[in-house]
């Protein structure tokens, strides 16, 4: 049975009090040339996103697959910003966003929910991410 | 040929998980009565390590006060179809009140810190 409004909106209330709240900025990225056009610009791209992990900016990226085992048809990067405007700034450095070669659209995600563990071996400095 | 040369990203993490775009199919007045069992759901998920991190999506033209369409789940499963299986459960999509979409993603990059305290048993996560 649902619950009515009211009682509804308290139970979330409850279970949400102390919910994480972290704000991340999403870039979806698709294509705008074809793949011979973008292969040359790949290793800026790669080492520009290198650089975002240095800077601590990058949370996660990578392409993403309509299924598994499909071509990839957008990326999604997901970074740390203080608005949507430093948000831009940050994709429109992208040097594919730059050249033109790839278009992307920009979300703010509010993380609430989930956990992961990473495990990390002192004696050979491996870690392990689930 | 491009096929044939190492990938460019050989090296990296390439962990996959499965995103879930789910979007309202009924009045937010009805959405929001299921929304506490929603809420158990994706608690029980983060139990049992299902879930990667979830949150409602706002562009940029959004109010900030307004409760937001497009939500993402990020979760850990075996397949797509397994994935599937595991949006389909989730009170919202079973009424029929949200409809969803589930992805691929490869995490080739990325990166954070979490700090944890002994003392007062907090942490925080940069």
Redesign the interface.
């Known amino acids: 049975m649902?619950?009515?409004?009211d009682k509804?909106?308290a139970?979330?209330q409850k279970?949400?009090r102390n919910y994480?709240g972290?704000e991340l900025y999403?870039i979806f990225t698709v294509p705008n040339a074809t793949?011979?056009e973008m292969?040359p610009v790949?290793?800026d791209h790669?080492a520009r996103?290198?650089e975002?992990?240095e800077q601590?900016i990058?949370?996660?990226?990578?392409?993403?697959?309509?299924?598994?085992g499909q071509a990839?048809?957008r990326g999604?990067v997901?970074i740390r910003a203080n608005s949507?405007e430093e948000a831009r700034a940050i994709a429109d450095e992208d040097p594919f966003h730059k050249a033109g070669l790839r278009t992307y659209?920009?979300?703010?995600?509010?993380?609430?929910?989930?956990?992961?563990?990473?495990n990390v071996k002192y004696s050979d400095q491996s870690m392990t991410?689930? | 040929m491009a096929d044939e040369t190492p990938s460019p990203v050989a090296g990296f993490l390439q962990k996959e998980f499965y995103v879930v775009f789910t979007r309202p199919a009924a009045p937010m007045e009805e959405i929001r009565k299921l929304m506490p069992q929603h809420l158990e759901r994706q608690l029980e998920l983060e139990e049992k390590g299902i879930l990667f991190a979830a949150g409602p999506l706002f562009d940029a033209s959004a109010d900030a006060s307004e409760r937001p369409g497009t939500g993402m789940i990020i979760i850990r499963a075996g397949s797509q179809a397994e994935a599937e299986q595991i949006a389909g459960e989730d009170p919202l999509h079973k009424a029929g009140l949200r409809s969803f979409e589930v992805k691929t993603w490869k995490v080739n990059e990325g990166s954070y810190s979490v700090t944890v305290k002994y003392s007062d048993q907090s942490m925080e996560i940069i």
């Open positions: 649902p619950d009515t409004s509804a909106e139970a979330a279970l949400t994480l972290k999403v793949r011979e292969m790949m290793p790669l996103q290198v975002l992990e601590g990058l949370f996660a990226a990578g392409p993403m697959f309509e299924e598994a990839p048809v999604m997901i949507f659209t920009l979300d703010r995600w509010v993380v609430n929910e989930g956990s992961y563990t990473v991410l689930d």
